[in-house]
């Protein structure tokens, strides 16, 4: 059984990087005594739509969710069955780590912390 932060890496890896905001905010996640869940926030993030469908200008994203997303979570449930799944959850880690780290930095952690030294 995959637990809730599992999938939550897996599904945030997944995700195109934009400016953060989608890695930040596009995705709630919910977990029940049967299910897990992640459901995107179009209302929130409403360009995730464009990017899961495509458009004329770009397909460049397109699938990230039905194809990307889905075919990763399958792919991590058959390696917990084989024992593999940890150094292919550290990769996604890996990368949210460095999507995160991204982030602060853009938005001026390191000039604030600059600054209390000061």
């Known amino acids: 059984m995959m637990a809730l932060k599992e999938m939550r890496?897996?599904?945030?890896a997944q995700l195109p990087y934009d400016t953060?905001?989608?890695?930040?905010s596009g995705v709630s996640y919910f977990e029940t005594n049967h299910f897990l869940m992640a459901i995107y926030d179009t209302s929130r993030v409403?360009?995730?739509?464009?990017?899961?469908?495509?458009?004329?200008?770009?397909?460049k994203n397109k699938g990230f969710i039905s194809q990307k997303t889905v075919g990763a979570?399958?792919?991590f449930g058959a390696y917990k069955n084989t024992g593999e799944h940890v150094n292919v959850l550290s990769q996604?880690?890996?990368l949210n780590n460095r999507r995160g780290s991204t982030n602060m930095i853009k938005q001026g952690a390191l000039d604030k912390i600059a600054g209390d030294l000061l």
């Open 73 to 75: 979570i399958n792919r």
């Open 9 to 12: 890496d897996i599904v945030q």
């Open 20 to 24: 953060g905001f989608m890695f930040l």
């Open 46 to 59: 409403p360009y995730i739509v464009y990017n899961e469908e495509g458009t004329i200008y770009t397909q």
């Open 92 to 94: 996604y880690q890996d």
